[in-house]
């Protein structure tokens, strides 16, 4: 594994490393070797999986759901700050 365990890491640290990774997604998917998109993957997942286990219970918001976005319809988009009902 590449990095620090994400299970070792504070909340504050997680976070980091979030941003950090979905913010060099773009780059590692256009450029970056089959062994840098495997890693980036691994390492995303691992991050994310964190994530969720630490926040089971995170704010979904209803346009980012399969129903909201059916209710939203075509050019709408979703609002990050409208809580999931």
């Known amino acids: 594994m590449t990095g620090v365990d994400p299970s070792r890491l504070d909340d504050q640290q997680l976070m980091k490393e979030l941003e950090t990774i979905h913010r060099t997604r773009h780059d590692t998917l256009l450029y970056g070797s ?5 890693a980036h993957n691994e390492r995303m997942a691992q991050l994310e999986g964190e994530y969720l286990r630490r926040n089971p219970r995170r704010l979904v ?5 399969r129903e909201g976005a059916r209710e939203r319809g075509c050019g709408e988009s979703a609002t990050p700050d ?4």
Request: charged share 20%.
């Open 61 to 65: 918001t209803a346009g980012r759901t």
């Open 34 to 38: 089959n062994d840098a998109l495997r």
């Open 82 to 85: 409208t809580p999931a009902g």
